[in-house]
């Protein structure tokens, strides 16, 4: 939520701070950027400290970045508390992993993952339109203030309704052994190329909806509230998708899965060139496309960050953050390079989901040739 609420507010920041679009992508690409940075510490730290206290830490770094930049008075100073906000928010999600590695294996993992994914959803898919609706009722820094009381409430539950998870008995490792563990990983090559899968996936997901505000704006003239309505596609694919692994996918191969998702992903990707191509230049020719895309997305996302933890049983947490690091990473570089595109055409949007899903599909080939044949 913390990053899709702002997205509908982008254009108002950019003319708020009389700065060009490149300037202004900072502010979801240093988020990234500093998301992934924290994402390398907080998953090792995890493992040392427990789960608890970081993301209680965690949390409380959160409130003070979303209040730094609800006070921004430079576009700059809005980067900075971005940038502290992202730090903070790094530790839910890559601990929320590393808590389910503690509890769960094989294909019960994926299912704990795609329940996990499905709780994000329900708060990333009303967000863009919540979002659009605070900057049409009052301004951009509404949305911050919003942030910093929703986080203090979820600190809160936190202390009440999660316990330490890391197992006991586990000793805390130095810095200099999790060094080892996280080089023992990284010389894995198949959890190298499952760790770029994920990141590939996220990059086409936030790359779209990172670009798609100022499209909606420049090239069909649309306001920020059509955003986050048309963003429901979107989401509801994703959704769906993750709810489908949850309940049903239990009795299907993780191979016929993935595969499957990241067909989808690519036919969708393939449909909404072809659209954007042909000059079908509307908000639903550029969305609808985008719901089998998601879908697919939601069916492969969490075996193959499954089967990434399932390489580092041991250290989940070393793990969950070299898969989140290259999620983010992927994606800040997607997200800023797309602000150097044209958004008065949906064209490059789609040219770079398309490519996207290319590479990831010839990547799962790699990874599993008996499986694709």
């Known amino acids: ?128 339109a919540f979002g659009g609706y605070l900057v049409a009722w009052f301004d951009w820094h509404t949305g911050f203030w919003v942030m910093t009381g929703l986080a203090a409430i979820v600190l809160a539950c936190m202390f009440v309704l999660l316990p330490e998870t890391r197992r006991q008995g586990a000793r805390g490792e130095s810095a200099a052994e999790l060094a080892r563990e996280a080089r023992a990983v990284l010389a894995n090559p198949r959890f190298v190329g499952y760790a770029l899968q994920v990141g590939l996936i996220y990059s086409i997901f936030l790359a779209f909806i990172a670009v798609t505000p100022y499209v909606m704006s420049q090239a069909f003239g649309r306001s920020e509230t059509d955003f986050g309505f048309y963003y429901i596609l979107l989401s509801t694919g994703y959704f769906v998708g993750n709810l489908f692994v949850a309940t049903r996918g239990r009795g299907i191969a993780p191979e016929k899965l993935m595969f499957a998702g990241l067909g989808l992903q690519l036919a969708g990707a393939a449909i909404g060139l072809a659209l954007a191509l042909g000059h079908v230049w509307t908000p639903m020719a550029l969305f609808l496309p985008q719901l089998p895309l998601a879908f697919g997305q939601g069916l492969a996302l969490p075996h193959l960050t499954a089967r990434a933890v399932h390489l580092a049983p041991d250290y989940p947490g070393v793990a969950s953050s070299v898969i989140g690091f290259s999620q983010q990473a992927a994606a800040a570089l997607s997200v800023q390079a797309m602000g150097l595109a044209a958004m008065n055409t949906p064209v490059p949007i789609n040219i770079f989901c398309t490519v996207a899903s290319v590479v990831a599909m010839l990547a799962l080939l790699l990874l599993s040739p008996r499986q694709a044949r």
């Not at 493992?47 to 921004?72: E, Q, T």
């Open 1 to 128: 939520m913390a990053n899709n609420m702002l997205l509908p507010a982008l254009p108002e920041i950019q003319r708020h701070f009389s700065a060009t679009l490149p300037a202004v992508q900072t502010t979801i690409s240093f988020y990234l950027i500093s998301f992934a940075i924290g994402i390398l510490f907080v998953g090792p730290l995890s493992d040392r400290l427990g789960r608890r206290p970081v993301i209680a830490g965690g949390l409380v770094v959160f409130i003070a970045g979303s209040m730094a930049a609800a006070l921004a008075p430079t576009l700059n100073w809005l980067v900075f508390g971005r940038i502290v906000q992202a730090l903070g928010a790094s530790a839910g999600l890559t601990v929320a992993r590393a808590v389910a590695g503690d509890r769960f294996q094989g294909a019960t993992l994926a299912h704990a993952l795609a329940v996990i994914t499905m709780t994000m959803m329900l708060g990333t898919t009303l967000s863009p």
